[in-house]
């Protein structure tokens, strides 16, 4: 039970077969060997995992019943490389390398910017021009960095160096880098199977063009998001009682609350050993001076995490398209509904995520730990499917950076930003995060600038910031503006340029940048627009087509329906015109065509989008931008069948229920009764206590007596019988007409 954390009494198959994996190990309680089948977990996991196995054997162990079926996805396939410790060698072929605790890495790639050598040690002149050449490419593929392993084999398996031959392994790298203006460093060391394995970071030195990561901050109000990111870029602990978030607030009224309403960017440089740039002071340092100072730099983009401002949120998540999402928690605070809102966006988007629970200095052991269980289950969940995993060392950190990108694991950081604790391997984590994107690809293609603010600034005139998805833009270079309110595009100039506050002559893909812009007005500028290259020929997009997925609604989705869309930069209401089904409800897929309500926006097909409207959520995306041609316009709704009196239905009640006799009086009886008239037949004064029209009276026989209490005004304060009360008309009211009096009175004769 204490080996694998679970709550449960096992049946004696169960515990027999545990027994025989159990016995045969080195170190009892640590690691479970069945062919090749590795599994870790400390006695304080409470489910989170340090693993390495083949499919096979966790086959193996879900058949038997050991392992839950449930707790691990069905195409996690070979979790080696998801390894966060390394195991101690055991007897078996080491040849291959499956029946000993090396760890074992995946099969080299041609591509990427992950190389494996076996060793580097004196090195012939023809052999060092391809070793650079080699490492040219693999700086090419990480965007000016790459990974190197020495002591392992092109097949994964970690041979190990003695101690000279690494140093001189090492010392070979970096005469190699410093041929390519970068520099190496080791960021970790580990045993092989006769020797040592070093990982060593390349990267390239600070330049005019740094490398760029973009992170989104997000999770609950007062998780502790502005404060961690003026902790992380201030280089200094905070007070507790606000200290450091003041460093980050744009606007008054956020320092008063303490809650960001609006987005804020942020940065923390890296050099090429890969060490921190911003340092602590009265004043710090500022943005230009960390840009010339980094080799990397990480954007971090502090997003709001109130209710109130979640539309905030979702445009900083598809507007400034992150390459990752850090999500917050508070330990003290648990999972809440924005927390879960603000991942499930994330994954909508297919950002990686990775987690932070912070505040551990003043929460309480026991809530710290059910914070912790909340986030597994979260994680776990059939929505979400990832292996959460907690950071404890530096090895974790490595093996963590490495994977992230696959999507399939999300590391957990638990931190405290009064007392420090945790914050150095959260460093290191940024800092090896490598890039999601080829950004050297996009740069060649044609320009696409994507707006996601606007000024006017004096001096200088209209200025736009955003981020190049695409190519790149120089100064002076003419680019089209647009789609205005007329569904047009504009040619505009560039008039200057700047990147994290730094002047720049060029922009490339991947980069956020401020743009000044020629004989351009404030005005006419607005979020949401793009700036193109004219070789693009762009077309303004009113109507699309989408393929969605509704992930909650309450009733049912059809045409005419109408919510908010969140596209890229796009963001606006569009109404659906027509789809693949008559209605869509909670888990459907469709194909739908939609169109923009307002005004025509700049769209691609491929595209990710998420809409919403209400507590309704859908995600999706665009697969044809529809020509103005094929535009359908609005779907005319049918209008609703009026009421129309039956041929074959009565005019009146039939005479039999008139004449049925009722139980209570009515206002007709109490007014033609004998006791109640004089000689003459004439009504008596009623004295405002009752009063009966005689429009409407058949020939002798009585009136239905809904028919009269239709007609009978209400005076005074006595309430009449109920019967005689429906359909009266209140006082001071007109009349109602003719037809809506014959559509009462048939309902009335239905009911009777």
């Not at 041929?179 to 990267?203: F, Y």
């Not at 209710?307 to 928690?329: I, S």
């Not at 209605?583 to 194909?591: C, L, N, P, S, V």
């Not at 309500?597 to 995306?621: Q, S």
Request: with cysteine.
């Amino acid at each position: 039970l204490c080996l694998c954390g679970t709550g449960f009494l096992w049946s004696p198959d169960r515990i027999q077969l545990w027994l025989d994996v159990f016995l045969s190990l080195p170190r009892p309680g640590r690691t479970i060997m069945d062919a090749g089948f590795v599994v870790r977990e400390s006695s304080h996991s409470n489910g989170f995992h340090s693993i390495t196995s083949p499919k096979s054997a966790l086959e193996k162990l879900q058949k038997n019943g050991v392992v839950d079926a449930d707790h691990y996805d069905d195409d996690i396939g070979d979790l080696s490389e998801f390894s966060l410790h390394h195991s101690e060698p055991i007897p078996g072929d080491a040849t291959n390398g499956e029946h000993c605790g090396v760890q074992k890495l995946p099969q080299e790639s041609e591509e990427g910017n992950v190389e494996y050598k076996r060793k580097l040690v004196n090195p012939s002149p023809e052999r060092l021009e391809h070793l650079v050449s080699q490492l040219k490419f693999r700086l090419a593929e990480g965007c000016g960095e790459c990974l190197y392993e020495i002591g392992v084999e092109d097949n994964g398996i970690g041979s190990g160096l003695s101690a000279d031959e690494l140093r001189e392994s090492i010392d070979t790298l970096k005469h190699m880098a410093s041929k390519l203006n970068a520099d190496a460093s080791v960021i970790r060391t580990r045993d092989g199977l006769s020797g040592t394995v070093a990982e060593v970071l390349v990267r390239r030195y600070a330049a005019e063009e740094f490398f760029e990561v973009r992170v989104a901050v997000v999770g609950n109000v007062d998780s502790g998001k502005s404060t961690l990111l003026g902790v992380l870029t201030r280089g200094q602990l905070d007070n507790g009682r606000g200290l450091a978030r003041s460093h980050v607030f744009l606007h008054r009224h956020e320092m008063e609350s303490g809650r960001t309403s609006s987005i804020s960017s942020q940065i923390l440089g890296f050099d090429s050993k890969g060490k921190i740039v911003n340092t602590a002071g009265l004043k710090g340092m500022t943005t230009m001076e960390i840009c010339e100072a980094s080799a990397k730099i990480i954007n971090f983009i502090d997003l709001a995490g109130h209710e109130k401002y979640l539309k905030t949120t979702m445009f900083g998540l598809t507007g400034h398209a992150p390459d990752f999402a850090m999500l917050m928690v508070g330990a003290n605070m648990g999972v809440s509904q924005m927390t879960k809102e603000h991942l499930g966006i994330s994954l909508a988007l297919r950002v990686p995520v990775f987690v932070i629970v912070t505040k551990i200095d003043l929460c309480p052991e026991n809530i710290l730990k059910e914070t912790m269980l909340q986030i597994k289950k979260v994680l776990k969940s059939p929505g979400c499917k990832k292996i959460p995993i907690v950071i404890r060392s530096e090895d974790d950190v490595v093996v963590a950076a490495r994977n992230f990108v696959s999507d399939r694991i999300a590391p957990i950081f638990c931190v405290s930003n009064v007392s420090g604790k945790n914050l150095d391997l959260l460093k290191q984590f940024l800092n090896l995060l490598p890039a999601r994107t080829d950004w050297d690809q996009m740069s060649k293609l044609p320009a696409e600038f994507h707006i996601d603010a606007t000024w006017s600034v004096p001096g200088v005139g209209a200025v736009v910031s955003g981020t190049l998805m695409k190519g790149t833009i120089d100064l002076n270079q003419t680019l089209l503006l647009g789609p205005d309110e007329f569904s047009k595009f504009v040619s505009v100039s560039v008039k200057s340029m700047q990147t994290k506050r730094m002047p720049v002559r060029t922009v490339r893909a991947g980069q956020t940048a401020s743009i000044a812009l020629r004989k351009v007005t404030r005005s006419s500028l607005r979020k949401g627009m793009v700036l193109l290259a004219p070789a693009l020929k762009p077309r303004a997009c009113r109507e699309f087509d989408a393929e969605i997925l509704v992930l909650y609604h309450s009733t049912t989705i059809a045409p005419n329906y109408q919510a908010v869309l969140h596209c890229g930069v796009a963001q606006q209401t569009v109404k659906l015109l027509t789809m693949d089904k008559e209605y869509i409800r909670t888990g459907d897929k469709a194909k739908c065509r939609f169109k923009f309500m307002h005004r025509a926006e700049w769209l691609c097909e491929g595209t990710r989008l998420i809409f919403r409207e209400g507590r309704t959520k859908g995600i999706g995306k665009v697969v044809r931008i529809v020509p103005e041609d094929e535009h359908i316009g609005d779907v005319v709704k049918k209008k609703p069948v009026k009421y129309e009196e039956a041929a074959d239905a009565p005019s009146a009640p039939p005479a039999t229920v008139a004449a049925a006799p009722l139980a209570v009086p009515t206002v007709h009886h109490l007014a033609h009764s004998p006791s109640s008239t004089n000689g003459s037949g004439a009504h008596p004064p009623t004295h405002g206590r009752y009063h009966a029209h005689g429009t409407g009276h058949h020939h002798a026989g009585h009136a239905p007596p809904e028919e009269h209490s239709k007609a009978a005004p209400q005076k005074g304060k006595e309430k009449l019988p109920e019967e005689h009360s429906k359909g009266t008309p209140q006082k001071g009211k007109e009349k109602p007409d003719e037809k809506s009096h014959a559509k009462r009175e048939h309902k009335e004769a239905k009911k009777r």
